[in-house]
Nanobody, 126 residues
Framework: VQLQASGGGLVQTGGSLRLSCAAP????????TGWFRQAPGKEREFVGA??????????RYADSVKGRFTISRDNAKSTVHLQMNSLKPEDTAIYYC??????????????????WGQGTLVTVSS
């Protein structure tokens, strides 16, 4: 069963968006959840991740988004959010979420993730 990413859209440089990743199963909090993005003509890359609730909901981010993006978890709604502030044109991409049960130190390894959804498009205009 795939995850569903939503909340993308068009925003100006410096603006904000909040993406959501919804899971159709109640044990979503038992998985680490990662956010990835793929810009036109580029490979998919790691954006950030939040650990499963039992690990305290720790977060980690790519250097390119650190300090601007924040990941949070709403277990009651089986949803993970990606709050994106101070957006830049280079943040333009399709954003995807996925889950993994790999050990947390390896949570930035994209090939460890499963249940990829269709993604949501974020466009940042200059």
């Amino acid at each position: 069963v795939q995850l569903q990413a939503s909340g993308g859209g068009l925003v100006q440089t410096g603006g904000s968006l909040r993406l959501s990743c919804a899971a159709p199963w109640p044990t979503f909090s038992n998985f680490h959840t990662g956010w990835f993005r793929q810009a036109p003509g580029k490979e998919r890359e790691f954006v950030g991740a939040i650990s499963r609730s039992a690990y305290g909901g720790n977060t980690r981010y790519a250097d390119s988004v650190k300090g601007r993006f924040t990941i949070s978890r709403d277990n009651a709604k089986s949803t993970v959010h990606l709050q994106m502030n101070s957006l830049k044109p280079e943040d333009t991409a399709i954003y995807y979420c996925a889950v993994t049960q790999i050990l947390w130190p390896y949570a930035d390894e994209m090939d460890r993730y499963t249940n990829w959804g269709q993604g949501t498009l974020v466009t940042v205009s200059s």
